[in-house]
């Protein structure tokens, strides 16, 4: 199962697929867990069906055990591609007990937390991606833990979307408008691309 919907979050996708190829290399997972959910963004190198083939592939791992710490998920990941075309993710689990959210990215896939209520010179917070790709060559892992409160927002986008989408984030727009229009308007057109947005609405009761 690739998405299972989450009660604490409203969300939207959107993703391009190279008209040569049948399957889009690029895959998303939101899946919940008794802590919270947690939220991946995968690219598998290249396009095609390969490239799709190593995307499904880490999305089932990291389903299997969504409420492992993420970097135990990142590793076995890396174990399990190892005989396969590599992949670059981001991920991020959020506990809604603690009102935190752990996040991770090997490669480049880009990460960007839109706080609903922060002053407006610290409303943006990116995700340090780390050099690497999972399955290939594996930095050290050093996972980034940020309080989060409802109403604020995390994007992830595949290299496939121009890095200045980053420039037009809102918390205000509706998770799958965001994600359609950034597609829309920044994709490339020459890779796969995906954009994943998830907007924390509530607290655990």
């Known amino acids: 199962m690739e998405i299972a919907r989450g009660p604490i979050l409203d969300w939207g996708v959107a993703k391009f697929v190279l008209p040569e190829e049948e399957e889009c290399g690029d895959r998303h997972l939101i899946s919940s867990h008794e802590n919270g959910v947690l ?3 995968v690219d598998g190198l290249g396009h095609g069906r ?3 083939n190593a995307a499904k592939t880490a999305i089932s791992v ?3 055990r ?3 710490p993420i970097s135990s998920l990142v590793a076995r990941c890396h ?4 005989q396969m075309r590599g992949v670059v993710l981001s991920l991020a689990s959020i506990h809604v007990s603690d009102a935190a959210m752990t996040w991770l990215g090997v490669g480049n896939v880009q990460g960007v937390l839109i706080r609903a209520n922060a002053p407006e010179a610290n409303t943006q917070e990116p995700l340090l991606l780390r050099a690497g790709v999972v399955g290939c060559q594996l930095p050290p892992l ?3 833990v940020l309080p989060i409160a409802p ?3 995390v994007y992830f986008a595949t290299d496939g979307v121009h890095r200045a989408f980053s420039e037009t984030l809102t918390a205000l727009e509706n998770p799958q408008k ?5 597609l829309r308007q920044f994709q490339s057109g020459k890779d796969d691309a995906l954009v994943l947005v998830t907007r924390l609405v509530l607290t655990q009761t």
């Open 66 to 68: 969504a409420s492992d």
């Open 142 to 144: 050093q996972p980034i």
């Open 50 to 52: 390969e490239a799709a």
């Open 151 to 153: 109403g604020d927002t």
């Open 178 to 182: 965001a994600a359609d229009r950034i």
């Open 62 to 64: 990291l389903n299997e």
């Open 79 to 82: 174990q399990r591609l190892r």
């Open 39 to 41: 939220i991946a963004a």
